[in-house]
């Protein structure tokens, strides 16, 4: 069975300052998607980014860039120019592409932007 | 905008007392799923719909139970809560393209007392 493990239950940075969730999983798969969610406090979860694992090249959007380590089963997240509304719970998340569609996520870290 | 809506937002339940949470959607996706969240914890996959096919997970209780009337609408039944079951409940959708991920609707905060 896949799993999703997120090592940091909390963070706290500086706003302005680039911060970088940790994230690893567990699988026998060779093709699947991994994704990063953002939970926002009292609003619904969103999709950061995503990444095909077949694809070498890293996912970026805008100030969010992940670190794929296929060897590793490594998918970090960075969050550059941290924003005060990039304060959220983040979750890693894991997808098999080729036997279903169900999404397996991690504990989460929650993080804080301070002003 | 298109979007998968959950009601109620926050819901209060007596011990034992049947709830249901409803959502609905105008993505017209084919797939929806329920998810429960309790704090600290990952999300949690109860069971989906692919179309009308019902998917169960293997370790979701009998006291859960799930009807899809129609593409748009999906319901989450809880038979007899426990305090247990005090948790948020997330509905999410998905369509042909997996990639894209699910659109979650903002959860319902269920109480049990």
């Known amino acids: 069975a896949q799993t999703v493990t997120q090592s940091q239950p909390e963070m706290s940075v500086q706003e302005a300052e680039t911060v970088t969730l940790s994230c690893t999983y567990d699988?026998?798969?060779?093709?699947?998607?991994l994704f990063w969610y953002k939970q926002p406090p009292s609003r619904q979860m969103i999709l950061v980014i995503r990444?095909?694992?077949?694809?070498?090249q890293n996912a970026t959007e805008n100030r969010f860039s992940v670190n794929f380590q296929k060897a590793a089963k490594s998918f970090s997240l960075k969050i550059s120019d941290s924003q005060l509304g990039d304060t959220a719970m983040y979750f890693c998340a894991f997808m098999n592409m080729n036997r279903d569609d169900k999404i397996i996520f991690g504990k989460g870290t929650r993080l804080h932007i301070l002003p | 905008d298109a979007m998968v809506i959950q009601n109620p937002r926050y819901q209060v339940t007596q011990f034992g007392k049947p709830v249901t949470l409803s959502c609905s959607q105008t993505l017209n996706h084919n797939v929806m799923y329920w998810y429960q969240q309790k704090s600290s914890q990952a999300p949690k996959l109860l069971f989906h719909y692919y179309d009308k096919d019902f998917n169960n997970e293997a370790d979701t209780p009998d006291n859960f139970q799930s009807r899809r009337p129609n593409t748009s609408f999906c319901f989450l039944d809880i038979r007899s809560p426990g305090l247990g079951d005090a948790a948020m409940y997330l509905c999410?959708?998905?369509?042909?393209?997996?990639?894209?991920?699910?659109?979650f609707g903002s959860g319902t905060r269920l109480t049990v007392v």
């Open positions: 999410a959708t998905s369509g042909r393209d997996f990639l894209a991920g699910y659109t």
């Open positions: 990444q095909e694992a077949y694809k070498q």
């Open positions: 699988t026998s798969e060779n093709n699947y998607y």
